[in-house]
């Protein structure tokens, strides 16, 4: 007998958008769209006080403001990383004076924006489902012993699935869509 609750996804059927506020739509077109590849919205938000850029099927909404920094890691699927390690190597000159950076991993490329957020940028993979462009996961760097009472929260109260590992540092991984997760 087939078991539909082993397709559930909990109450969260998706993770869709990141938001934060940067201080220069320039450099942030520079960083996100020549960088990185991504692609700005074109129909939405097309002044020069908000961005929108499409990460696949998630979005980055980027006000004009004091720089927002997430305390943890985006985690991204891109398609071709040599493509991605080129583009990163030939923006260095135009991101100078920044924060960002980048550096080739065993498994990913980890990068840093030009106001301090860090991103991991992986191939499609099984551990990605059918992703080949988006954002899988946000890790959030959270205080010591809180990580059962994060995953006890979100099943509770947000009804989506949450399991705790104990592999080294105890960490809480929530469900927030197929094959996403924080």
Not at 22 to 42: E, H, K, M, S
């Amino acid at each position: 007998m087939f078991d539909r609750s082993a397709e559930d996804i909990g109450n969260i059927l998706l993770l869709e958008h990141v938001n934060v506020k940067i201080p220069d739509q320039v450099v942030a077109t520079n960083f996100y769209v020549t960088a990185l590849g991504l692609t700005r919205d074109p129909y939405i938000m097309t002044g020069t006080e908000n961005m929108w850029i499409n990460a696949g099927q998630q979005q980055f909404h980027m006000p004009t403001g004091k720089p927002e920094v997430l305390r943890g890691t985006i985690g991204f699927v891109i398609p071709d990383l040599e493509g991605l390690k080129t583009r990163l190597m030939s923006s260095r000159e135009k991101l100078g004076g920044t924060k960002f950076n980048c550096a080739a991993e065993d498994k990913y490329i980890s990068v840093t924006c030009p106001w301090g957020n860090r991103m991991r940028f992986h191939a499609p993979g099984p551990e990605f489902g059918d992703m080949t462009l988006g954002v899988p996961y946000v890790e959030f760097d959270v205080r010591p012993n809180t990580a059962v009472g994060i995953a006890k929260f979100y099943q509770t109260a947000m009804g989506a699935p949450g399991t705790v590992s104990f592999n080294g540092n105890v960490a809480a991984k929530v469900q927030v869509g197929a094959k996403q997760h924080l």
